[in-house]
């Protein structure tokens, strides 16, 4: 697992340090989208993945605006 990833099981309520690139953003997407297929639905596992899937997505919209500022 790369040293910027979250870890797997970091306790309940935890707030893991997200990827600074898009790239590994992206990739920590696809596992925790696997992830979160994999557990039980409404487990806490299953609930954990999803609060981080809209983290990790709000932090690429964040990357791919600044890549692409909005004109006007």
């Known amino acids: 697992m790369a040293k910027d990833h979250p870890k797997k099981h970091a ?7 997200l990827p600074k690139t898009r790239e590994k953003l992206l990739e920590l997407h696809r596992e925790t989208r696997a992830r ?5 639905h409404n487990s806490e ?4 993945a ?3 899937i809209g983290r ?6 964040r990357i791919e605006r600044a890549m692409d500022p ?3």
């Not at 306790?11 to 340090?17: C, R, S, T």
């Open 56 to 61: 990790i997505e709000v932090e690429v919209a």
């Open 36 to 40: 979160r297929n994999a557990a039980p």
């Open 11 to 17: 306790p309940a309520g935890a707030d893991p340090v």
């Open 70 to 72: 909005p004109s006007g």
């Open 45 to 48: 596992e299953h609930r954990a």
């Open 50 to 52: 999803i609060d981080l």
